[in-house]
C-alpha cells in the first residue's frame, strides 16, 4: 500500500510543471455536461434590437465551450477538455479499452467530445454543432424518458478515473435549466447524492451553471445543493472565486447575452491556480507558526513557444531539442562534469564547486517571518514595485492554523496596521523584506465572490531599487481651470468607478493567439487585431466635450489674464481672430494646388469624396474649417482634430 501511494505521489508532481517564471503550473481537467431537454432546445428572442437572431441555451452552452477551447487549446496546450451530452435519445460512451469497461452502459448521456487535448479537428466538429451544421439536429435530440443524474454522474466519474487520473485540477461544470431533475423520488435523489460523493472524494469540483426560463427562478436549493460541494478535498483551503453556494447569474429570456453570461462565467471559473509556495511556515513568534499557501493571481500573460516545429519534410513534425557542449579548440564534447563555475575577481578566475555555489545562494530554510508591525499610512504608495503575493491558511502542517489566520487578519483589517516580514519564497531564493496588508472579501453585483479574504505581501524595494526623482517647481493651476477640468473627469469616470482588468485583454497577445487559431483550424487570416483598450472617442466627445472646449475658453482667459507684458518688439502677437481671417484671406486667393469650391453643395461633395477615399488629411484646413462651419461643428484645434470632427459627422449619418 505504502508503494502505491509513493508511486500515485511520483506520478501527481510529473503533472504539475514549472513555466518560464519558475512558478508551478497545474494542469486542469474540464468536463463539460451539458443537458439536453424541450426547454433547453427552445430558441430565446434576443432583447439586443442590434441583435435580432434567437439563440437556445443548449447552443450557447456549446458555443461557450467551443470559445473556451479555442483559448485553452494554445494558451494551455496541456489541459484537457471534454463534452458530455446527457438527456439525449441517443447513447454514446467510447474508450481506448473497452475491455476494461465490461458490460456498463450510460443510457441517455452521449460523449461528444472524450475528456482529452483538444485537437484541431474536434474543433472543427465542435463549431459545426454549435452553428446547427453536421449532424446536429440528431445529436441534439432530447430524450422523453427521465435521466438519471446519478447515472450522469457515474459516468463523468469513468471518465476522469480513466483519462485525468493524475490531474490535481479536475472540474464538471454542469449547465442546466431543471433544478429539481427528481422530483420527489428519493431513491433517485439519494443515489445523485451517493455518486456525488464519490466525485468529491476523488477530488472533482462541481461548478454549477444555472440558467433560469422565463417563467421560472432558478433554485438549487431543491436538488444541486445537496451534490455541489464548496471546495476540493486535495486542496480545500484553496481561496475558490466562485463558491458553489453563491447565487450565480442567470439569464431569462434572452439567448445572445446567456451566451456572453456563460461564456465569462465559465471563463473566469477555468483558471487554473498559479502556486508560488505550498505550506509555508508563517512565524507570528518564537515558537509560534502556522502553515499557509502562497498563490500568484496577477501576472502578465505574454506568447510562449511551447515546441519547435519542423517544416521541411511532407508533414510538420515537433523538433525534440539536444543541447551539446563542444570545446572551442578541438571540438571535443565537453562532458558535465568537466564544466566548472568561476567567478573573475581582481583579474583571476575563482572556481567554485556546486556545493560551495549552493551554499553561497543559501540563506536559510523557505519561511515568512513577522518582524514587526507598523501603520498602513507609512506604506508609500509608490513601494509596490513588484506582484504580490496572496497567501492563505492551511492546515495541513500545523492544525488550527485557519483560526490564528483569521484572527491575525481581522486585527489587522480594525487597527489598519500592516506586519513587515522577511520572506524567502523557495530553496536557494533570495530573501525578500515585504509589508503583509490584510484584504477583505471583495463580490461583484451579483453576490459572486471576485477576491477572497486574505492577507497579500508586498515586496518593498532596497535602497538601490529607488531613484530620486528630479527637482521640479510645480504652479498650481488657478481655481477656475480646476473646477473645471474636474467636471471633464467627472464625465470620463468608469461605470460604477471600477476597472476591471479582465475586460481589456492584451491586444498583442490576443492578436498572436487568434493567428495561430486561423493557421490551425484553416481558417481565414484576420485583417486587424481588436484592441479593446483604444478610447471610445465618440463616447468620450459626446460625454465630455463641452466641457473640454468650455475648459480650453477658459484657459484662454487666464492666459491673457497672467501673461506678463514682455520687451517691446515689432512683432506682434497675433490673436485667433486674426489668424482666422487671415486664414480666409489665403484660402480666397487662388493657387496653383489649391481648388477651393465656391458653393456649399459642392464643398459637400469634395468632403465626402474625400472621406469615402480615406484621404480627409490631404484636405487643407482652411477648406476643413468652412466644412465644419458650415454644419454647426467647432473648427477649433489642429488638423488632426479637424479631420477627426469631419469622420463623426459621416459616421453619424
Known amino acids: 500500500m505504502a508503494d502505491d501511494y509513493a508511486n500515485r505521489d511520483e506520478q501527481i508532481e510529473e503533472e504539475e510543471e514549472i513555466d518560464e517564471t519558475g512558478y508551478k503550473s497545474v494542469k486542469d481537467a474540464v468536463l463539460f455536461a451539458i443537458e439536453i431537454s424541450d426547454s433547453m432546445l427552445r430558441p430565446r428572442p434576443s432583447s439586443d434590437p442590434k441583435k435580432p437572431t434567437e439563440e437556445s441555451p443548449a447552443t450557447a452552452a456549446l458555443k461557450s465551450a467551443y470559445h473556451l477551447m479555442q483559448q485553452r487549446i494554445i494558451s494551455n496546450p496541456h489541459d484537457m477538455i471534454g463534452i458530455l451530452l446527457y438527456g439525449t435519445q441517443a447513447s454514446k460512451f467510447y474508450d481506448e479499452d473497452e475491455s476494461s469497461r465490461g458490460d456498463l452502459s450510460y443510457p441517455n448521456c452521449y460523449l461528444l467530445t472524450d475528456l482529452d487535448v ?19 439536429q440528431d445529436v441534439l435530440a432530447a430524450s422523453k ?3 438519471s443524474m446519478a447515472n450522469v454522474l457515474f459516468c463523468a466519474n469513468q471518465i476522469f478515473t480513466s483519462k485525468a487520473p493524475n490531474f490535481l485540477s479536475r472540474r464538471l461544470f454542469i449547465v442546466t435549466d431543471n433544478d429539481d431533475p427528481h422530483g420527489d423520488n428519493k431513491s433517485l435523489r439519494s443515489a445523485a447524492t451517493v455518486r456525488a460523493k464519490d466525485l468529491y472524494d476523488l477530488g472533482v469540483v462541481i461548478e454549477l451553471f444555472p440558467i433560469s426560463q422565463a417563467d421560472h427562478e432558478f433554485d438549487s436549493a431543491k436538488f444541486y445543493d445537496d451534490i455541489i460541494y464548496k471546495a476540493s478535498p486535495s486542496d480545500p483551503d484553496a481561496p475558490a472565486y466562485l463558491s458553489a453556494d453563491a447565487k450565480a447569474p442567470t439569464t431569462t429570456g434572452d439567448g445572445i447575452s446567456l451566451l456572453n453570461t456563460l461564456l ?28 499557509v499557501t502562497g498563490y500568484l493571481l496577477f501576472k502578465r500573460q505574454a506568447p510562449a ?22 570545446a572551442d579548440d578541438t571540438a571535443r564534447t565537453v562532458e558535465k562534469s568537466e564544466i566548472k563555475k568561476a567567478y573573475k575577481f581582481g583579474g583571476d578566475q575563482i572556481s567554485f ?9 543559501r540563506f536559510g530554510d523557505p519561511v515568512i517571518r513577522i518582524i514587526g508591525f507598523k501603520p498602513l499610512s507609512a506604506l508609500p504608495f509608490w513601494a509596490n514595485v513588484k506582484h504580490p503575493f496572496f497567501i ?103 461605470p460604477k468607478a471600477v476597472y476591471d482588468p479582465l475586460k481589456y485583454p492584451n491586444p498583442s497577445l490576443q492578436w498572436h ?44 482667459a487666464q492666459y491673457v489674464k497672467t501673461a506678463a507684458p514682455g520687451p517691446k518688439s515689432t512683432l506682434v502677437k497675433r490673436s485667433a481672430k486674426d489668424r482666422a481671417s487671415e486664414a480666409e484671406d489665403a484660402a480666397s486667393k487662388p493657387h496653383k494646388k489649391v481648388k477651393v469650391e465656391t458653393d ?15 484621404s480627409l488629411s490631404k484636405l487643407t484646413v482652411p477648406v476643413i474649417k468652412d466644412f465644419l462651419t458650415a454644419h454647426g461643428r467647432s473648427a477649433a484645434g489642429k488638423k488632426a482634430d479637424l479631420v477627426e470632427r469631419v469622420e463623426e459627422y459621416f459616421d453619424q449619418k
Not at 471563463?267 to 507558526?289: C, I, Q, W, Y
Not at 564547486?353 to 545562494?361: C, P, Q
Not at 481588436?530 to 484662454?556: F, M, N
Request: aromatic residues 6%; contains cysteine; charged residues 25%.
Open 305 to 326: 513557444r511551447n515546441s519547435f516545429i519542423w517544416l521541411g519534410g511532407e508533414n510538420p513534425q515537433i523538433v525534440k531539442g539536444v543541447t551539446t557542449q563542444i
Open 600 to 614: 456649399e453643395q459642392g464643398m459637400d461633395d469634395v468632403v465626402r469624396a474625400h472621406y469615402q477615399k480615406g
Open 392 to 494: 492563505y491558511p492551511s492546515d495541513d502542517d500545523f492544525v488550527g492554523s485557519t483560526r490564528v489566520f483569521s484572527a491575525l487578519q481581522q486585527t489587522l483589517l480594525k487597527s489598519r496596521k500592516a506586519a513587515l516580514v522577511w520572506l524567502i519564497a523557495r530553496k536557494n531564493a533570495g530573501p525578500i523584506l515585504g509589508t503583509m496588508v490584510a484584504g477583505e472579501e471583495k463580490l461583484d453585483e451579483h453576490g459572486i465572490q471576485r477576491v477572497p479574504p486574505g492577507m497579500w505581501i508586498i515586496p518593498l524595494p532596497f535602497a538601490d531599487d529607488v531613484r530620486q526623482n528630479p527637482e521640479t517647481t510645480l504652479n498650481v493651476a488657478p481655481e477656475p481651470l480646476i473646477d473645471q477640468m474636474r467636471c471633464v473627469v467627472q464625465q470620463l469616470q468608469l
Open 353 to 361: 564547486t556546486h556545493d560551495e555555489l549552493k551554499a553561497l545562494r
Open 264 to 291: 465569462s462565467s465559465i471563463t473566469s471559473r477555468s483558471v487554473p491556480r498559479r502556486a508560488h509556495f505550498s505550506n509555508m511556515p508563517l512565524e507570528l513568534g518564537p515558537d509560534l507558526k502556522i502553515s
Open 145 to 147: 424518458e427521465r435521466v
Open 118 to 136: 483538444p485537437s484541431a479537428q474536434e474543433v472543427k466538429e465542435l463549431r459545426a454543432l454549435a452553428h446547427g451544421e453536421g449532424e446536429a
Open 513 to 556: 493567439y487568434r493567428i495561430l487559431q486561423a493557421l490551425a483550424l484553416d481558417e481565414d487570416l484576420p485583417e486587424k487585431p481588436e484592441d479593446k483598450t483604444l478610447p471610445r472617442y465618440r463616447q468620450i466627445h459626446k460625454r465630455a466635450g463641452d466641457y473640454v472646449l468650455s475648459w480650453a475658453d477658459e484657459l484662454e
